[in-house]
C-alpha cells in the first residue's frame, strides 16, 4: 500500500487529535534530534498540547538555547554607532551623545542616593523616636499599675474598718471561750 496523502486541516475529534498531537510530537522530536546530530545545530522546541500541557525539546538543552537567543535578540536592540573612518563628525555626534546620556543617568544614580540616605536617616530616627515613645508608656503603666495596687489596698483597708466598726472586738475573756468549748 505505502503512504497515502492526507489533507491538512485541523482534526475535529478530541481523541483523534490527542493522538494525532502524540505521534507527529515524537517525529518532530526525533527529527530536530537528528538535525542537532548531523549539523550540530542548536535547537529548542516547546509544544503545547491540544489540553495545554507544555513539551519541550532542546539539544544541549532549551534553557541554553533560549537563553542564546534572548542574549542575541538583546544585542541586536543595542544602538551600535558607525564606526566609518569617512563620517568622524557623525561619530563625534554619537559619541557626545552616548557621554550626555552617561552624565544624565549618573547624576540620577547620585540623586537616587542622596534621596536613599535620606530615607535611611528618616528610619533611624522614626525608630529612636518609636523606642522613646515605648520606654515612656512603659514607665506610665508601672505607674499606673501602682496606683492600682496602692488603691486595692486602701480598699481592702476600708473593708476591714468598716467589718470593725459593725462588730467591735476589744477583747475576749476567758469565760465566753470555755462556754464555746463546753457546748
Known amino acids: ?54 513539551y519541550s525539546f ?16 538583546s544585542a541586536s536592540n543595542v544602538v551600535k554607532p558607525n564606526v566609518d573612518e569617512g ?6 555626534d554619537n559619541i557626545d551623545a552616548l557621554n550626555q546620556q552617561l552624565s544624565g543617568v549618573q547624576t540620577q544614580i547620585n540623586e537616587e542616593h ?6 535611611d536617616r528618616r528610619k533611624k530616627q522614626q525608630d529612636v523616636t518609636k523606642l522613646t515613645h515605648n520606654k515612656q508608656l512603659q514607665r506610665s503603666y ?24 459593725k462588730e467591735p472586738v476589744i477583747g475576749v475573756t476567758k469565760q465566753v471561750t470555755t462556754k464555746r468549748r463546753k457546748n
Open 87 to 92: 563620517n568622524s563628525s557623525s561619530n563625534a
Open 114 to 119: 542622596k534621596k536613599a540616605i535620606e530615607l
Open 1 to 54: 500500500m505505502g503512504r497515502r496523502k492526507i489533507e491538512i486541516t485541523e482534526v475535529k475529534d478530541p481523541n483523534t487529535k490527542q493522538v494525532t498531537f502524540s505521534k507527529r510530537r515524537t517525529g518532530l522530536f526525533k527529527k530536530a534530534n537528528e538535525l542537532s546530530i548531523l549539523c550540530g545545530a542548536e535547537v529548542a522546541i516547546v509544544v503545547f498540547s491540544p489540553g495545554n500541557k507544555p
Open 142 to 165: 508601672i505607674r499606673i499599675q501602682r496606683k492600682v495596687e496602692d488603691y486595692l489596698d486602701a480598699i481592702e483597708v476600708s473593708e476591714y474598718m468598716l467589718l470593725l466598726a
Open 58 to 73: 532542546g539539544h544541549p538543552s532549551v534553557d541554553i538555547v533560549v537563553d542564546k537567543f534572548l542574549q542575541q535578540e
